[in-house]
């Protein structure tokens, strides 16, 4: 059960008066009075730019894609999640600045496209029940007429999404097979949850996305991918899919000692990894290939049109399985049909 508390300069904020309607809610004058612990909400009156270029790396390719950072901690614990040597707190921390978030999206340039959204720093539907982002941002994005929105999510808790207009909104999961996701992503939602959530919000009407971020390497592999693959082309249909993303594990090196002292049993543990180009640790080449391209063979056999991209991958990756490469982020951006389409 989350617990709020709300920095007294923050009692005019529109996440405030969304939560103090109907909840109990402790008011503190400084983030020093919040337990450091996952189920704690914090709503900070602090500055921040909302708005930003996802990071990314010369040396791999990435795409173009913007960050809307309303929140960042999760109340989830994904073994593999980037956040846990990234963030110097478990407490959840929401800006009370959804105004000025909502501002810098407005102030985007008009001369084009942009691919927007939030689940960079914490998951984009796990506290929607709460604070209602999604009915406040959908009436900001539906005015324009050169965004797309996405929410990115491991939870099925899609109630305030289906009460928007979905005009420039598209919903994406995490997915991984049921093995992985029990090991792996403690606290989230099964995934014939998370699939009933997509089929309802492509039934709505919104564009829909799915993200194998990571690729998890058993024994079990392709056996495992290919029963996800399957069970995630039958619950939509292809028309509503805007895109796949798919990338192997890779991590900074602190990662994986938290990951042992957390999460002993990982399968995170049970594998080989070497440092790349970037300094991240990664499986080897070789593996990170077969890896991605048993996975689009199998997406392929289902959905033969979807567009399918790699997240922050060599261009010899892009070259030996897709044989072109998407060049830098401006030009790979550009191949997104939601883009073409605009």
């Known amino acids: 059960m989350s617990r709020i508390y709300l920095d007294r300069n923050a009692l005019n904020s529109v996440p405030a008066k969304a939560v103090m309607k109907d909840r109990d809610v402790t008011l503190v004058d400084s983030v020093s009075e919040v337990p450091d612990e ?16 996802c990071p990314a790396t010369k040396i791999y390719r990435c795409c173009d894609y913007y960050v809307t950072d309303i929140s960042e901690g999760c109340p989830f614990d994904c073994t593999y999640c980037i956040l846990q040597s990234y963030l110097n707190h478990d407490y959840i921390k929401v800006y009370a600045g959804f105004e000025e978030a909502a501002q810098e999206i407005r102030n985007l340039p008009k001369d084009r496209f942009y691919r927007v959204g939030t689940g960079e720093l914490t998951d984009s539907l796990a506290l929607d029940h709460i604070f209602n982002f999604s009915g406040y941002i959908a009436e900001v994005v539906n005015k324009s007429d050169n965004i797309l929105f996405e929410f990115k999510t491991k939870s099925a808790n899609i109630g305030n999404l289906l009460n928007c207009n979905p005009k420039n909104l598209m919903a994406s999961w995490s997915l991984n097979p049921p093995s992985v996701m029990e090991a792996e992503e403690h606290g989230t939602a099964r995934i014939q949850d998370r699939l009933k959530a997509a089929k309802d919000c492509a039934a709505h009407g919104l564009g829909i996305g799915f993200h194998f971020d990571p690729l998890i390497w058993s024994d079990n592999f392709e056996k495992d991918y290919a029963e996800v693959i399957k069970m ?16 192997t594990f890779r991590f900074i090196p602190e990662l994986l000692d938290i990951v042992r002292q957390k999460f002993g049993s990982s399968l995170l543990l049970q594998s080989s990894y070497v440092k790349s180009l970037d300094g991240k640790m990664r499986y080897f080449k070789s593996q990170r290939v077969y890896m991605l391209e048993f996975f689009v063979k199998e997406v392929r056999k289902y959905w033969p049109d979807v567009f399918i991209y790699f997240c922050m991958e060599h261009e010899s990756v892009w070259k ?22 605009k």
Do not use: L, W
């Open 38 to 53: 996952k189920t704690s909400i914090y709503i900070a009156d602090e500055r921040n730019t909302f708005v930003h270029r």
């Open 232 to 247: 995630m082309a039958e619950s939509v249909p292809e028309a509503s899919v805007k895109y796949i993303s798919v990338s």
């Open 320 to 341: 030996r399985i897709f044989s072109f490469d998407p060049g830098e982020r401006e030009d790979f951006e550009k191949r997104f049909p939601c883009a073409k389409n």
